[in-house]
Every structure is written in C-alpha cells, then in structure tokens.
C-alpha cells in the first residue's frame, strides 16, 4: 500500500507550465494533452513534439495521510487553484485523484 501520485510540471512550447498530480511522467503529459484537445485540435503525436515534463516540487501537505469518509487517503490538495474549496485526495495504489468535502476530511 502506497501513495503512487507525483506532481508533474508539464511545459507546452507557447503557454505556461502546468503542474499535473499523475501516477507517471506519461500520464502527466497524457493529462495534459487531453486538456490542450479541448481548445485545439492536435494529435497526440504532435503535442508530444510541443510539450516536455519534468518532476515539480510538491507543496509541504502533498501526500500527507488523511482520513475522508472514514478510510485512509493521501492529501493531493495545492495542486490546482480550487475556487469550489474541495479537498482533492488518493487512495492507496490508485493512479487517479479524487475529490471530496472538506467535512468528511480529517487528519490521520
């Protein structure tokens, strides 16, 4: 049981970098990739020639154990602006990110 997310910043040649919670470089990218198709039209093969990843420096809390809903996660929170105040969290061996009220959170 572990905590497998690590925080990516992902560097597309003409806007500015963006950090990516991912499981692997490759996922951070592919992250990335899916969120550049909503604004322009570009196969995977050409996003790779425009973007490079590398590993960024995680916030203090991020992977910190916390309780949410009564079962062990890890903190992911502090990785994107969130305006809607949720907090965002892994589970153990999970490559995916959840989010959950703030209410149902607590310290482990």
């Known amino acids: 049981m572990a905590f497998r997310i690590k925080l990516f910043e992902v560097n597309v040649s003409g806007f500015p970098p963006v950090n990516y ?5 490759g996922k951070a990218i592919a992250s990335a990739w899916r969120d550049y198709t909503h604004a322009y039209d570009v196969s995977f093969k ?3 020639k425009r973007a490079s990843a590398r ?6 809390d991020f992977g910190k154990p916390i309780i949410v809903c009564g079962q062990p996660g890890y903190l992911v929170t502090g990785v994107y602006p969130n305006p809607s105040g949720y907090v965002r969290f892994a589970r153990d061996d999970e490559d995916y990110t959840h989010f959950s009220h703030p209410a149902d959170v607590e310290a482990a």
């Open 21 to 25: 919670a991912a499981a692997s470089r």
């Open 55 to 60: 590993r960024a420096q995680e916030p203090e």
């Open 46 to 48: 050409e996003f790779l």
